[in-house]
């Protein structure tokens, strides 16, 4: 694109999804976007960082890398990462840049091809793959990595049981598991999935934290998660 993003303003919205910007252009022309508008924050060069982390003020990446690297020393083993819904890699900079070990393997997927294009243009050397799910996720290929750390930043909160099972059966034996949830969820997913955990991990640690601020300056909390695969 010969145009860049100068300036996002917010508008209006009071509610995650609701909320309406206006992206100003270098070229002087200007484009309505509401915040869960994944096409557009992809597809332009770090508008997706832009966007959450500078203007929105996101914590999300920061406080589940923080809660997994407290949990780990320099003497753990080297970490192989599957990162769900990874979207355009801001979790996986992080890891890169302050992971106490190596990290031997990391793996992305996302069900949006404009998150992986955005992912390998924005971030070219972070991950080891980076994968669009479109359609069926093959369970059984993601094992074989034999990954000791499953990050989902987001996802948890949209799947169902039997997927959220799924991935968590990808990680092995003494593997970590980190991600967040909704404080409150109308379909009951939240509770059908630490009801579960709780039964087959082992709870490391939990917290509450700004998730991001809404448009309007708003702060909207969510509950972070580190489990340990028995």
């Not at 996002?8 to 270098?26: D, H, K, M, N, Y």
């Not at 597809?43 to 966007?51: D, N, T, V």
């Not at 992912?119 to 093959?138: C, G, H, S």
Request: glycine share 6%; proline share 3%.
């Amino acid at each position: 694109m010969s145009h860049s993003v100068t300036n996002i303003v917010p508008l209006e919205g009071t509610a995650q999804g609701t909320e309406t910007f206006r992206l100003e252009f270098s070229d002087g022309t200007s484009q309505l976007l509401q915040s869960w508008d994944y096409d557009t924050l992809y597809a332009y060069p770090f508008l997706y960082k832009k966007f959450y982390s500078d203007l929105l003020n996101s914590g999300w990446v920061q406080t589940l890398g923080r809660l997994l690297f407290r949990h780990i020393s320099e003497k753990s083993d080297p970490l192989k990462v599957l990162d769900v819904a990874c979207g355009s890699g801001l979790m996986g900079v992080f890891l890169k840049e302050h992971t106490p070990v190596p990290i031997e393997n990391l793996i992305g997927i996302d069900i949006l091809p404009a998150a992986i294009t955005a992912l390998n243009r924005d971030y070219p050397n972070i991950y080891d793959d980076a994968i669009a799910i479109e359609k069926e996720v093959d369970f059984k290929a993601l094992s074989n990595n034999s990954f000791n750390c499953l990050i989902m930043a987001g996802a948890a909160s949209h799947m169902t049981l039997d997927e959220f099972k799924q991935y968590v059966n990808c990680i092995d034996e003494g593997g970590y598991l980190v991600f967040n949830l909704l404080l409150e969820g109308k379909d009951g997913r939240r509770t059908e999935i630490l009801e579960w955990l709780n039964l087959d991990l082992e709870l490391c640690e939990k917290e509450f934290y700004i998730h991001r601020n809404l448009g309007n300056g708003t702060p909207v909390q969510h509950e972070a998660f580190l489990y340990k695969k028995r």
